[in-house]
């Protein structure tokens, strides 16, 4: 089973800060998901990256992963309450379809 | 909009009992999973299915089975619940053959076992 840990696990901070959230393997896959999940809800895709050192931007939220397709990263920038919830990165193994493999996510809460 | 259900949100239930946690998705999905999820643990997948009356183990599918006799249902069966399976339950389907496919997953259902 291919491992990816999420670092940090919990992170607080306050309404306007940037924070960085990490997901690094030792694995190389195919591709990278970022799922976010608000308490009470499933989790729900944010973004997909494919190519090594692809960078995508989604409004306030930066992704980028790695050349060489074993990390990935997500930066927040003007963090805002509604950014609160657990940030899962789930990476997307070669040969394998649909078998992703999670990461053990990170909590973030942004006080107002 | 994809629409995951999942039958119960929350269930308590005792030692030894059979448990059922039914899904239904509308869109079609060829796959369908179960994943269990342990705070710090991530989402861990139970069992998947490409097909009708198709299924595949996951990572940890000890204590678990799960039937799909219908296209849009995919059901998870405890049959002898132990206090080890109190957890979130996260069902999800997505297309079929997309390595890279996109998971819609439904809200939940929490149980816990006395």
């Known amino acids: 089973t291919q491992l990816l840990e999420q670092s940090p696990q919990f992170l607080s901070i306050q309404e306007g800060e940037n924070l960085t959230v990490y997901c690094n393997s030792s694995?190389?896959?195919?591709?990278l998901q970022w799922y976010r999940q608000e308490p009470g809800e499933g989790p729900v895709l944010l973004v997909t990256v494919v190519t090594g050192g692809e960078v995508k931007k989604l409004k306030r939220l930066t992704f980028q992963f790695g050349d060489a397709r074993k990390d990935s990263s997500l930066h927040i920038t003007a963090a805002q309450p509604g950014d609160t919830g657990l940030y899962l990165c789930?990476?997307?193994?070669f040969g394998a379809g649909n078998m992703l493999t999670f990461g053990g996510g990170t909590r973030l809460m942004v006080k107002p | 909009d994809v629409k995951v259900t999942q039958s119960s949100r929350y269930l308590v239930k005792r030692t030894g009992e059979k448990v059922f946690l039914e899904c239904v998705q509308d869109m079609d999905h060829e796959n369908m999973f179960w994943y269990r999820q342990d705070p710090g643990l991530g989402l861990r997948l139970i069992y998947f299915s490409y097909d009708v009356k198709m299924k595949e183990k996951g990572d940890i599918p000890e204590g678990y089975s799960v039937s799909r006799e219908k296209k849009e249902r995919f059901s998870l069966i405890l049959e002898s619940a132990s206090t080890n399976q109190t957890s979130m339950y996260l069902c999800?389907?997505?297309?079929?053959?997309?390595?890279?496919?996109?998971?819609?997953f439904g809200e939940g259902s929490r149980l816990t076992v006395l």
């Open positions: 694995s190389v896959f195919s591709s």
């Open positions: 999800a389907s997505s297309w079929g053959g997309l390595a890279t496919g996109e998971l819609f």
């Open positions: 789930a990476g997307g193994p």
